[in-house]
């Protein structure tokens, strides 16, 4: 099993920056990828950004040049820094960890953290 806890959400004008926590606890050796979702109501979980335990990294088209991923595989933490917010960046952040095991994959996840733009 693996814990993850989020902290940084909070509310923020149009331009501003925020940065958003996620600490993991747990069989934290599992871990192959971890990195940040978000919602928003009536619409479908989507990516934000991930990052391998190898520091490859991967971003949704609208976040590329304004939000930056990244890991401490030694703290087990991955944080990821939100620049030139907009209102369409409002949502419910989640830290996701999927581990690979012999026994198959699982994904993990945080109990979300929002993030409010207002303009």
């Known amino acids: 099993q693996v814990q993850l806890v989020e902290s940084g959400g909070g509310s923020v004008q149009a331009g501003g920056s925020l940065r958003l926590s996620c600490a993991g606890s747990?069989?934290?050796?599992?871990?192959?990828?971890m990195g940040w979702y978000r919602q928003t109501p009536g619409k479908q979980r989507e990516l934000v950004a991930t990052i391998t335990n190898g520091g490859s990294t991967d971003y949704a088209d609208s976040v590329k040049g304004r939000f930056a991923i990244s890991r401490d595989n030694a703290k087990n933490t991955v944080d990821l820094q939100m620049n030139r917010l907009n209102s369409e960046d409002t949502a419910v952040y989640y830290c996701?960890?999927?581990?690979?095991?012999?026994?198959?994959?699982?994904?993990?996840w945080g109990q979300g953290t929002q993030v409010t733009v207002s303009s």
């Open positions: 747990g069989n934290i050796g599992s871990i192959y990828v």
């Open positions: 996701q960890a999927r581990s690979i095991t012999p026994y198959g994959t699982s994904d993990y």
